[in-house]
């Protein structure tokens, strides 16, 4: 499986919605490498912005494998918890709900 990944900040990206801006989504990913060329190319397509520009979709965006993208690439932050304040580490692709930091995850 792969992701398609913003560089600076290592968030998986969702395909485009119907305006053509392509947002955070841990849960996307593409089962064969040319799946994800051509997601790829459809969020590169939706922003409509011409291949030299510097914020084209193909200088922002790469693809990885899934395992080495977790082992290698997905950048980790320091945050803290909602109960007790003590500091714990998350990947910066960890939902909302599933983090310690946020109060749906100490509600469930």
Do not use: C
């Not at 990206?13 to 593409?30: M, S, T």
């Not at 912005?49 to 932050?77: G, M, V």
């Amino acid at each position: 499986m792969f992701y398609i990944y913003e560089k600076s900040s290592t968030y998986i990206i969702g395909k485009p919605d119907r305006n053509g801006v392509a947002r955070p989504d841990h849960r996307q990913y593409y089962k064969t490498m040319s799946a994800a060329k051509a997601g790829l190319t459809r969020i590169a397509k939706a922003e409509g912005l011409l291949q030299t520009d510097p914020n084209h979709a193909f200088y922002r965006y790469a693809i990885a494998e899934t395992e080495y993208f977790h082992k290698s690439i997905e950048k980790s932050r320091t945050v803290k918890n909602m109960m007790n304040g003590n500091p714990f580490t998350e990947t910066v692709n960890t939902p909302g709900y599933m983090s310690p930091r946020s109060e749906s995850y100490w509600s469930m």
